[in-house]
């Protein structure tokens, strides 16, 4: 029954009994709010031309049926064996199976703070996280690699979406005015062990790359203890000045995913580290002496307030190359991942759609939450102008050859006068450069 002011009496008990739980309410009406807010994001088609390639990190697709024997345009510098002619379906397996880390609700408090969601401002970290899976499964998985499973998504159908959001809402209000605890911290998975299958030595390999794909969902658990998880990326934004509900920059994100790969405990992650540039610069000898597997970060502005639209030929030769793992970035406080373009059009995941905590401790947790059925398409003109560039290098023999091939694709336009990013031999030592961090910027 509602009291003489209007509120429930169980709202009312709430308030005498401490602000925690107040606070604990309010976080999850404005979850709701937010879901409400980036519904729009949930249309369940995008309009793709049949008479364009669509590159997707790397990949490129035509849509032109088979018996069309008109000459299609180029698709870059993808090789032969890279390009698939009237395959739609192979261009909706890849996408479905890049790694789609969104908005979740109901997991454990995240470090410094009350906050059991991070929807409304945690998409840039989402987009961080999407990157870096992307490069995990470079390097576990291979650039060839697709779910099994992805062609059975089920579309994003805004209808169905928001009546299931409004039950959970139902749901969590009722488990909170009834004084239920958070959900407990579930570590991740550790790394399968390779170990026989039944069947041929195809199916074992398959068994062990769906082990491997699982294991990297785990990573990016939503619980403190996850290697690579939300929890993780928070605790290290604190020492940069960042609170969880604070806006972070693409630059930052790629100093937080640096540090958490660095200090990840899994030995899955030991052959693996990440570098973040310098003031748009590569130091050489900087990469190489990891002498392992390296995740290349560049912070970079292509422009002024807007994006300059000479940077656009340049942003389709990088996502263009197969061992581009993408760029963080978006509309201004609107993150996303960009994974490829078609036309001048980018084609991004989006991290704006609120999903419940998925609980990665258990063997056999749903994968479907992590893997996006639909792609979304933006202007270039509405990017952002400040963004992260990031790449995959296996080994240095690897390096060397994406140093030479960027720095054709670096090769800035008459009207450009500076590329976006340069490669310069030595260490950054050796040009006493000191790190720090204002606002969404880091300062050299």
């Known amino acids: 029954m509602p009291c003489g002011n209007g509120f429930p009496a ?24 937010h879901n409400v807010k980036y519904s729009w994001a949930l249309k369940p088609k995008t309009s793709f031309s049949r008479n364009s390639p669509v590159l997707l990190l790397g990949k490129c697709y035509h849509f032109k049926a088979e018996d069309d024997d008109s000459v299609p345009e180029a698709c870059y510098e993808a090789s032969d064996e890279d390009f698939v ?82 039950k959970r809402l139902v749901a969590s209000l009722e488990a909170s005015l009834q004084g239920s605890s958070n959900p407990s911290d579930h570590g991740s998975s550790p790394l399968p ?26 990573w990016f658990g939503d619980s403190p203890s996850a290697q690579l998880g939300l929890h993780r990326l928070v605790r290290l934004g604190l020492t940069m000045g960042k ?19 660095e200090e990840a405990m899994d030995p899955g992650l030991a052959g693996i580290t990440a570098y973040v540039s310098q003031d748009c610069t590569v130091y050489s000898a900087d990469v190489v002496d990891y002498d392992r597997a390296v995740i290349i970060l560049i912070p970079v502005r292509l422009g002024g307030e807007k994006t300059n639209p000479e940077y656009f030929d340049f942003a389709k030769g990088i996502l263009s190359l197969e061992y581009c793992i993408g760029i963080i970035g978006g509309k201004p406080k609107q993150a996303c991942y960009f994974v490829g373009f078609q036309d001048d059009s980018l084609i991004y995941m989006d991290p704006h759609y609120c999903q419940s905590f998925v609980d990665v401790s258990t063997s056999d947790f749903p994968l479907q ?73 880091v300062l050299l």
């Open 10 to 33: 169980s709202l009312v008990q709430m308030e005498n009994n401490g602000s925690d739980e107040v606070e604990k309410l309010k976080t999850k009406f404005l979850s709701v709010w």
């Open 85 to 166: 002619m009237g395959n739609v379906e192979a261009f909706r397996k890849d996408f479905a199976s890049r790694l789609w880390l969104t908005y979740r609700e109901e997991f454990p408090p995240l470090p410094g703070s009350i906050l059991t969601s991070d929807c409304g401002w945690g998409c840039m970290l989402r987009a961080g996280q999407m990157m870096l899976a992307q490069a995990l499964t470079l390097h576990f998985l291979g650039r060839d690699w697709t779910w099994s499973e992805a062609l059975t998504l089920q579309p994003l159908d805004t209808e169905t979406w928001t009546t299931t959001a409004a």
């Open 193 to 218: 062990q390779t170990q026989a299958a039944p069947g041929s030595a195809e199916e074992a390999d398959a068994h062990v790359k769906e082990m491997y794909h699982r294991t990297l969902v785990s």
């Open 243 to 261: 609170q969880a509900g604070d806006w972070y920059g693409p630059a930052v994100v790629a100093h937080i995913l640096k540090k958490a790969v």
């Open 369 to 441: 939450s992590y893997h996006c059925p639909s792609p979304k398409k933006m202007p270039f003109s509405k990017m952002d102008p400040s963004c992260t560039i990031g790449f995959y290098s296996r080994s240095v023999q690897d390096y060397e050859r994406i140093r030479q091939e960027l720095s054709k694709v670096l090769q800035p336009s008459a009207k450009e006068k500076y590329p976006a990013f340069t490669f310069v031999q030595g260490h950054g030592r050796d040009y006493d450069l000191t790190v720090t961090t204002a606002g969404d910027f």
